[in-house]
């Protein structure tokens, strides 16, 4: 797997948007979001303008990861973040120990596995490789769509942080493999499959209905939300926000653009 070494380069570039970028800002009328390029950088352009004539100026710095954003909103350097679903932040809270809150949803990216060499579920053979996330939530998360599929079964109980530990049964051997989420789409020729969370999948090129060997069914309860710091849920500056980001104009931009591979969730 020549390529999975690059991956260890995805915190140091993360960490390099920052620089430069280190007060949140002091403003009612201005709000600085963390976002992930694909979908979120994009949902939020759409509705830049529509704040603005409310008298709210919006700006946008980009990450690729999923730590950094929550970090930087923790300490200040940002107002807001859009690029994670509801239970990664609440695992994140718990273990960081850190003050986020959840202002609402916006949409679903659902998880699928691809695969460069295989155009089935039932090609993939035994002893096959099959990446996922190496965080807690989405690794967990992309177990149990191996399990719903019949890959794999996991202990009872094992839950949404359930880990290769946690494998029961393995029918075909398949040997698991957890690397940072950011870098799975680019050792897809290096391993048999990957389970790839939307937005990265957005960001290769790839679409859950279309490309997916399989993928989450539509009430998958992992929903995007917009986060802020505890306390601060209620400023009149992010309730528009999210009344934006809740429109029908989103709502109508996700159902035209994204085939399926993102879905509104409010």
């Known amino acids: 797997m020549k390529k999975i070494f690059s991956i260890l380069i995805i915190s140091i570039l993360s960490l390099s948007l920052l620089a430069g970028y280190s007060e949140k800002s002091e403003k009612d009328n201005e709000i600085i979001i963390g976002v992930s390029p694909e979908p979120h ?21 980009t990450f690729t990861d999923y730590v950094q954003p ?26 960081q120990n850190v003050k986020l809150i959840s202002l609402g949803s916006v949409h679903v990216e659902p998880m699928a596995l691809y695969s460069n060499k295989y155009n089935s579920l039932d090609e993939i053979p035994n002893n096959a490789e099959i990446v996922v996330p190496n965080d807690s939530v989405n690794g967990g998360r992309a177990l149990i769509l191996l399990e719903h599929n019949g890959l794999i079964k996991l202990k009872e109980g094992a839950g949404l942080s359930a880990t290769e530990k946690d494998i029961v049964e393995n029918p075909k051997n398949i040997k698991i493999t957890a690397l940072e989420a950011a870098g799975l789409p680019r050792v897809l020729d290096d391993v048999d499959g990957a389970v790839i969370n939307g937005n990265y999948a957005l960001e290769a090129g790839l679409n859950p209905v279309n490309d997916g060997l399989i993928i989450e069914d539509k009430d998958s309860p992992y929903a995007n939300i917009v986060a802020v710091r505890e306390g601060e849920e209620n400023q009149e500056k992010f309730q528009k926000l999210l009344k934006a980001l809740q429109s029908d104009k989103v709502r109508k931009f996700i159902e035209e653009n994204y085939d399926g591979g993102v879905v509104p969730a409010f």
Not at 43 to 59: A, Q
Not at 71 to 94: K, M, S
Request: net charge negative; proline share 2%.
């Open 41 to 61: 950088e994009k949902l939020i352009s759409l509705v830049i303008d529509d704040l603005k004539k409310e008298g709210i100026e919006v700006k946008t710095v």
């Open 70 to 95: 929550n970090i930087a909103l923790n300490d200040g350097e940002l107002d807001a973040n859009f690029f994670q679903h509801l239970p990664y932040l609440e695992d994140f809270v718990a273990k």
